[in-house]
């Protein structure tokens, strides 16, 4: 499979992206899954030479206040006091990137501040904290420009996510606070500096101790020699607030061990550090005993999940599965974040097992990118299409009770697209038919290999994007299951707000009447309407 790839990228290439200070990415096609890396080393700094900080020390010097100019008349010791300051928090982009939020968002809200979310009241707030997706241009657009009608208000601006952790300097966020994505602890440090009129920036990879290697003499006396590995994050018993108070996304792990071509989440996120398997266990137990519903694991691939650490996926999932079984009367499922074939595969029997689990969501979103093994070469996918369709098959035909819905991505137009890789692509898609799938054209990030690679014409991208939108159209799963009685555990609002929506073992989309006394229970019902994306039930 690497010949082709070695004569796109030449011999010297070993797969990692090319950093020049200018990138972007395209992996986890968030919508409604999972889905977000070389960390810069450079010490976290303030701009401005007003105050310089290090993960063991901190040493400050007199701040300058970047807002000489400001109105004399407003009482900055009164506004930026924590607790009379409003934040708006913006996330845009996968599951890892909206836990991060949740989490700023609760550290803000336990040190006092005043937090929303709604688009409505960000005229309202005083700083506006910007949680970026590089995932594809549109999404970072819509970031750059968000950036710019905060400035435009007035707004003090923080930047964070994985735009401005994997695109360096020379962008529209240098005079800015950058909160980095493993640095989301250090939020509410950041907002307070950034109030006063400080730019402070953080963006350095977390370590952990891993063992003690001894001590060795230095001028200044003997020192212990630690030995450290990257971190999965910040701590997850960190204060959080819930979009939805009835699901926890918890990260499992950071980074990935891909080094996918057209991808730029992996210069924000890194290689792949993953969290102890115990510090997960205890945070399901404790969102758990506060009335979490549904528990989405989330990272850029789980099925790495523990190789940096000496686990694997599937220990960590059976671990859940025995505390769901200890609370069992909670009735708290468990919904497995996006995995990428490789990793996956080698664990398929037991993913079989664990997806039959009554406490476990039969649905796995595993994306495919293209059914193209000349294509998966030049991106550099390391699996093949018959890997592909094997997980598929046997997770279907397996899982229990009734088979299990697979999630897919398919990219449009990658620049080594020939008419015929395509055409298998179509192929892969008929013989599959998915229910969820995630369409979307090539986006050349600036900083990875993709972009160096002659663009097909954007006409053509976007014809095979609206083949494959038309294909997908065409299915209709749901048709014919009226008179269907199933149960669904009921957790939101539908996106109309006429219904509450919940979700079966399939993780199929139920829309029940809009009665509060439904949220958080598990309720029976029967088909009685059907959509392409939805199935409506009555209550039984």
Same mark, same amino acid.
Request: aromatic content about 8%; some cysteine.
């Given at each position: ?167 360096? =300097? ?5 005079? $800015?606070?950058?909160?980095?994505? @493993?640095? !989301?602890?250090?939020? /509410? %440090?950041? *907002? ?72 730029? =989440? ?5 290689? $792949?550090?993953?969290?102890?398997? @115990?510090? !997960?266990?205890?945070? /399901? %137990?404790? *969102? ?253």
């Amino acid at each position: 499979m690497d010949n082709q790839a070695t004569s796109l990228w030449g011999d010297g290439y070993d797969g990692r992206p090319e950093c020049n200070g200018d990138e972007e990415d395209l992996e986890d096609l968030a919508v409604s899954f999972e889905a977000a890396t070389a960390i810069q080393d450079a010490d976290d700094d303030r701009i401005g030479g007003a105050v310089t900080l290090s993960h063991s020390k901190r040493e400050e010097t007199p701040v300058q206040n970047v807002n000489a100019n400001a109105d004399s008349n407003q009482t900055e010791s009164d506004l930026f006091l924590p607790g009379q300051a409003k934040v708006w928090v913006k996330t845009w982009g996968c599951g890892h990137n909206v836990s991060d939020g949740e989490y700023m968002a609760g550290l803000l809200s336990s040190h006092g501040y005043s937090v929303v979310f709604e688009d409505a009241k960000k005229e309202d707030a005083d700083l506006w904290l910007l949680n970026s997706c590089t995932v594809k241009g549109p999404s970072e657009l819509s970031f750059i420009n968000d950036i710019k009608r905060g400035q435009g208000a007035g707004k003090k601006v923080v930047v964070a996510g994985c735009v401005p952790q994997a695109s360096g =300097t020379g962008r529209e966020w240098d005079n $800015l606070s950058v909160v980095g994505v @493993q640095q !989301i602890d250090r939020v /509410v %440090e950041v *907002v307070e500096e950034t109030l006063k009129g400080n730019v402070i920036r953080l963006t350095r990879e977390k370590k952990v101790e891993v063992e003690r290697e001894g001590t060795e003499s230095g001028a200044d006396g003997d020192y212990v020699v630690v030995k450290k590995r990257k971190a999965g994050g910040a701590k997850l018993d960190l204060p959080k607030v819930r979009r939805n108070p009835y699901v926890e996304i918890i990260p499992i792990n950071t980074g990935c061990l891909n080094q996918c071509t057209y991808c730029k =989440t992996k210069h924000a996120r890194g290689d $792949l550090g993953s969290y102890s398997p @115990q510090e !997960i266990w205890d945070r /399901v %137990e404790a *969102v758990i005993q506060e009335g979490v519903k549904e528990i989405w694991l989330t990272s850029e691939d789980t099925g790495a999940y523990g190789r940096d650490i000496g686990v694997s996926i599937v220990e960590l999932l059976w671990g859940i599965v025995a505390i769901l079984e200890r609370y069992n009367d909670s009735g708290t499922m468990l919904r497995v974040g996006m995995t990428n074939p490789p990793y996956i595969l080698e664990h398929l029997d037991e993913m079989v097992k664990i997806l039959s689990h009554p406490r476990v969501f039969s649905f796995l979103h595993v994306p495919v990118q293209s059914g193209s093994n000349n294509v998966l070469d030049a991106m550099r996918r390391q699996y093949t299409v018959a890997d592909f369709s094997q997980i598929v098959t046997t997770l279907r035909d397996r899982v229990t009770p009734n088979g299990c819905t697979v999630a897919t991505d398919i990219i449009c137009g990658f620049p080594t697209e020939t008419d015929e890789d395509f055409q298998e692509t179509m192929e892969l898609l008929r013989e599959h038919t998915f229910t969820v799938l995630h369409i979307s054209q090539f986006y050349s990030r600036p900083g990875t290999p993709a972009a160096l690679l002659p663009r097909l014409p954007s006409e053509l991208v976007k014809a095979r994007s609206r083949i494959v939108s038309q294909l997908f159209n065409e299915h209709q799963p749901n048709e014919g299951l009226e008179g269907l009685v199933t149960k669904a555990l009921v957790t939101e609002l539908s996106s109309d707000g006429k219904f509450y929506v919940g979700h079966d073992k399939l993780y199929r989309q139920i829309l029940v009447p809009k009665d509060e006394r439904l949220l958080g229970r598990w309720v029976e019902v029967e088909i009685v309407r059907t959509g392409k994306f939805f199935l409506e039930g009555k209550l039984l």
